[in-house]
């Protein structure tokens, strides 16, 4: 009586939804681990490694932005220069004063030429000023030591080379006057009574410039030397000789 309740159970049962579920992912389990399983052929791995080679010189990395503009080029125009330095004193003078002194110049010119790209060469006429505090302090005590501005101007041309873009050099020549701003009698009583007169000077200086984006600036070093006639020793030879060293600051107009 079992045996017959079994089988017939057996008899009545119908396969469902679920059964036709598991039986597909079976099928497909079976299908995708065959397509697997299938090796490359010679034409597909060609293809592979011709795609592969076309993409090997793509960058993934965003696009770099546009250069800026080059600057406009440098141009001639009026030209104003202040320098910052010391000036020394060679001969007999220099053995009064003793120490090199703080000196001020200002320098307004105009480039009457100045070539355009691939021409390094420029000419500049020029007026100029400076001013020295010197001192009588290597030949008095301290209580007698008396300082004294010395003034100096005069005009002269600059001759410029740039070696590139932004570095180049100049050598230029002065001549003019100058004269110590002193009480009538000071000068003379140490033996320099032509100071206390308006002199005759004349020099030369040489520097480098170095170029800022800007095309209006410029920084410089710059050194140089004059002969001073009327800072002379009145009695006997000597050689009224200073020396000078600035820091520069140029504004192109």
Not at 39 to 54: K, V
Not at 57 to 73: G, K, M, Y
Not at 145 to 157: E, K, L
């Amino acid at each position: 009586m079992a045996f017959e309740v079994k089988r017939r159970y057996r008899a009545n049962v119908r396969p469902g939804p679920v059964g036709i579920v598991a039986f597909c992912m079976l099928l497909a389990r079976a299908t995708f681990a065959q397509d697997a399983q299938q090796p490359l052929t010679t034409e597909e791995a060609q293809a592979a490694i011709q795609a592969a080679d076309q993409k090997k010189d793509q960058s993934t990395l965003p696009e770099a932005p546009l250069e800026a503009p080059p600057p406009p080029p440098r141009k001639n125009g009026f030209v104003l220069e202040q320098s910052v330095g010391a000036v020394g004193y060679a001969g007999k003078f220099g053995g009064l004063v003793g120490h090199p002194t703080p000196w001020l110049e200002m320098q307004f010119g105009y480039e009457l030429f100045k070539c355009k790209e691939g021409c390094p060469f420029e000419i500049m006429v020029f007026g100029e000023g400076d001013l020295t505090y010197a001192d009588t302090g290597s030949s008095v005590g301290p209580a007698q030591n008396q300082a004294f501005p010395i003034i100096a101007f005069g005009g002269g041309v600059r001759f410029g080379f740039q070696f590139t873009r932004r570095f180049g050099m100049y050598v230029q020549g002065i001549a003019g006057g100058d004269v110590g701003y002193v009480q009538s009698g000071v000068l003379a009583n140490f033996g320099f009574p032509a100071l206390e007169s308006v002199g005759f000077q004349v020099g030369g200086r040489a520097g480098v410039e170095w170029f800022q984006v800007d095309r209006h600036l410029a920084l410089g070093l710059s050194g140089g030397a004059r002969y001073m006639l009327n800072m002379a020793y009145e009695i006997g030879g000597d050689l009224p000789l200073t020396w000078d060293a600035t820091v520069d600051l140029r504004y192109t107009f």
